[in-house]
């Protein structure tokens, strides 16, 4: 495995690996695809139910994250809102979930409301247009995290926007640093 840095509004942020390493394009119009280790494992988790990915994700999260210098300094680990309300378990939540009781860091899924009904973006190639779908979108309650470090979770990176739009959510209630991580990126910008 080797982390990515991910570019953002943050004060730093990573993907601890790449989704996949390659997808081939089959005459029947389905892809061949290729995942890594941490990509296998996300898409058996989102797409094919499979809950025993979970502990193998957050154990892969957390043996990132204590490799990282600022994991001591985080007072609260925040999951960022699904697209998909519709799962009977969120897979962001059940990974952030362990990562907390592993590490010992407070969790809070409720501090990002999501306010604004938006469709998933991963169709959605414009960046301007994920955006402005996005504008608006959440909120956060109080100011209960001011000066505080928060470490803010996702479990696939695209294109940053809903991490870029949050992150500046979290800075305008006073958030000391926010910190991003990510199990896997995609290959392609969208």
Do not use: C
């Not at 300094?73 to 378990?89: F, L, M, Q, T, W």
């Amino acid at each position: 495995m080797s982390e990515i840095v991910l570019k953002g509004n943050w004060k730093i942020g990573w993907a601890i690996e790449l989704h996949t390493t390659k997808s081939i394009l089959l005459d029947d119009g389905n892809f061949d695809t290729t995942y890594t280790e941490t990509g296998e494992a996300l898409n058996k988790l989102k797409y094919h139910n499979d809950y025993s990915q979970i502990k193998i994700l957050s154990e892969i999260a957390t043996d990132f994250l204590r490799t990282r210098v600022v994991t001591p300094y985080i007072d609260v680990i925040i999951p960022a809102p699904p697209s998909n309300y519709d799962r009977e378990r969120q897979p962001v939540f059940e990974i952030a979930k362990n990562i907390s009781r592993n590490l010992k860091i407070d969790l809070d899924e409720e501090y990002i409301e999501k306010v604004k009904e938006t469709n998933q973006l991963k169709s959605i190639e414009n960046q301007k247009e994920r955006e402005n779908i996005l504008n608006g979108a959440f909120r956060v309650p109080d100011l209960r995290y001011k000066d505080k470090k928060i470490l803010l979770f996702d479990d696939l990176y695209r294109s940053g926007s809903t991490l870029k739009e949050i992150t500046e959510i979290l800075y305008n209630a006073d958030v000391n640093n926010v910190y991003v991580l990510a199990l896997t990126k995609t290959r392609v910008k969208k």
